[in-house]
């Protein structure tokens, strides 16, 4: 494998409104370390994909901003969202993970109906409102571009859907809580490319009202709909620009191999 | 030799090992239904057991049975479903752990004597709670508590952890999500556990005979006061159970049809355990595919 320089780094400099930053992140499995020094900063209704081999620490990363490796992992250095460092042990993770949802790489509905699978989470969270939850159901599920798949049958289980469908499910169960954030981690790796490619649009038509961070191993797919891109290598941040400029003038020499396949 | 042969003869051989197994098992039940099931009849099963004369029923003792078996699920479903999610989901892997697994091990490897004759001296004697149906209930959760905490744990462990990230990830706390997630998805396999672990109990004789007594007082099925000693549902009366009964018509009874009561009863007992088996397939088949909508 060529070794590259991880001094040797270019992240771009941004100064609109963010809508969560990391400074200076450090993340550890026992003694083996994931993730070294990462400051990023994420634009606020924007599309952020993070890239890189498998093992380079994109999921360790992703599982930070939402507190997901509370117990598995030590997490140092700050999170800075809404002006407060989500990653001080005082915070309360519960609400921080209401504020910025997650979606995994293989789909995982619950065992129950569709409607409850997208209202459990409202009802634990005090919305017992008949019309609210009606609402919700309707307004995530349309979000999700699954409504008009499955708008009659809201009460069977989630589990008779597609994988593609059950997908889109947990996108719609994670924004009806309304996050500010939506973390994906490698959200269409499973599914065929119909289905993939209405998981594209429906990230592209959330970030209108939130911000998506994206977890994927196809460069036409990060290129394809985010804003910004992110190359990660052996747990070091090495490139993060527009998308645009990674993919046709990448600065740093690890992402032009990367990205041209000519690595390792 | 050929490898082709080696697979045949070890095909054989498993077959011939497996064939052996079910027909013992038909003979054994086969061999009970068809001496007992002669005896059963309706005044059998509705009818006091009698000490000398013959005639004499087993109403007593399948009520006894059943209570006890209840009574013991309310004691130890609790503690083993505590058990099992502080194993599965909280317990670090740690010497604590380790210690409190290998406990439960050497736990459900007692034999069921010992706990009775534990339970006599504990139970009956010191803590003066005499030949009871609480006693034989207590005794039984010693011998059922391993068993169904495993069952539990492993029901538990078959969740994919992926539903208690989905949880987690919505805000949840970790207690929400294993008791609204988590244990419902689990539930077919705890259900079919707690049955299963019912028949095991319905059948112990060993750990009641010093426990729950050899003798069966007649109660009154009308007197709902548990207070009363006359009363059916009182704990603290002796309740000699079906299993109970069976050992003790075959070791000392004087009555002319012991033989036909023993037989008799038997198949009782092997019939509510089937029962209970093949329930437990329906049920937890029925329910998994209730909730997981499988067409
Ligand atoms: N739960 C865990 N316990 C211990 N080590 C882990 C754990 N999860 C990840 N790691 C280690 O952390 C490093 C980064 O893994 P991570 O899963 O973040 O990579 P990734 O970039 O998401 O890879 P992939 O593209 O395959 O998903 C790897 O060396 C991995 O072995
Ligand atoms: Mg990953």
Redesign the pocket.
């Known amino acids: 494998m060529k070794t590259y320089d991880f001094d040797d780094k270019y992240i771009i400099n941004l100064d609109s409104e963010m809508a969560i930053e990391t400074d200076n992140i450090q993340v550890s499995?026992?003694k083996?370390q994931?993730i070294f020094n990462t400051s990023l900063k994420f634009p606020r209704f924007k599309i952020i994909s993070l890239i890189?081999?498998?093992?380079?620490?994109?999921?360790?990363?992703l599982r930070c901003l939402n507190r997901m490796n509370d117990k598995?992992?030590t997490v140092d250095g700050k999170i800075m969202y809404r002006n407060v460092d989500i990653n001080d042990p005082k915070t309360n993770v519960y609400e921080v993970r209401k504020h910025i949802g997650m979606v995994f790489q293989r789909p995982n509905p619950f065992s129950k109906s569709i409607r409850e699978n997208i209202e459990f989470a409202l009802k634990e969270n005090g919305i017992r409102d008949k019309n609210e939850l009606d609402e919700r159901v309707e307004m995530s599920l349309q979000d999700a571009a699954l409504w008009e798949e499955v708008k009659d049958e809201l009460d069977t289980s989630a589990l008779a859907l597609s994988g593609g469908q059950q997908q889109r499910l947990c996108i719609a169960r994670s924004i009806a809580m309304k996050p500010d954030i939506l973390l994906l981690?490698?959200p269409a790796s499973a599914l065929d490319p119909i289905s993939t490619s209405k998981i594209e649009d429906t990230v592209q038509l959330l970030s209108k009202n939130l911000t998506v961070i994206i977890?994927t191993?196809n460069m036409q797919q990060a290129s394809r709909i985010s804003d910004y891109t992110a190359f990660?290598h052996m747990?070091h941040i090495i490139e993060y620009n527009e998308t645009r400029k990674i993919f046709t003038k990448p600065k740093i020499k690890a992402t032009d191999d990367y990205i041209s396949g000519d690595f390792g | 030799m050929h490898p082709k042969r080696t697979d045949k003869i070890a095909t054989g051989i498993i077959y011939t090992v497996v064939f052996a197994v079910v027909a013992i098992l038909v003979f054994l039940i086969g061999y009970i239904l068809v001496n007992g099931v002669p005896d059963i009849n309706w005044h059998f099963l509705t009818s006091q057991a009698q000490s000398f004369s013959a005639g004499g029923g087993i109403r007593d003792q399948l009520f006894n049975s059943l209570y006890l078996l209840v009574l013991t699920l309310i004691i130890s479903f609790p503690i083993a479903m505590g058990a099992g999610i502080y194993l599965a989901e909280y317990a670090k892997d740690n010497w604590i752990t380790d210690i409190i697994r290998t406990s439960i091990e050497v736990l459900s490897s007692l034999p069921s004597v010992v706990v009775g004759l534990f339970g006599y001296l504990l139970l009956v004697n010191q803590l003066n709670m005499g030949f009871s149906i609480l006693s034989g209930a207590i005794a039984l959760t010693f011998f059922n508590l391993p068993l169904l905490t495993r069952n539990i744990e492993e029901s538990l462990n078959s969740v994919p952890g992926l539903q208690k990230e989905a949880g987690i990830s919505l805000g949840l706390s970790d207690w929400k999500t294993i008791t609204k997630i988590i244990v419902p998805e689990a539930l077919p396999g705890i259900l079919t556990g707690v049955i299963l672990s019912s028949g095991r109990v319905f059948g112990e004789a060993a750990a009641l005979i010093y426990t729950a007594g050899q003798s069966a007082p007649s109660v009154s099925y009308t007197n709902w006061n548990i207070f009363d000693p006359s009363s059916f549902l009182n704990p603290m009366r002796p309740a000699e159970t079906l299993a109970v009964h069976i050992w003790k018509v075959n070791t000392e009874a004087v009555t002319p049809d012991a033989h036909a009561i023993s037989s008799g009863s038997s198949a009782v007992l092997i019939i509510v355990i089937l029962i209970f088996n093949l329930g437990a397939r329906f049920i937890g088949n029925h329910i998994y595919k209730k909730m997981t909508a499988a067409k």
Do not use: Q
Request: hydrophobic content about 25%; proline content about 0%; charged content about 15%.
């Open positions: 499995y026992g083996n994931a890189g081999a498998s093992g380079s620490g994109k999921s360790t990363y598995i992992a981690d490698e977890v191993h990660f747990g």
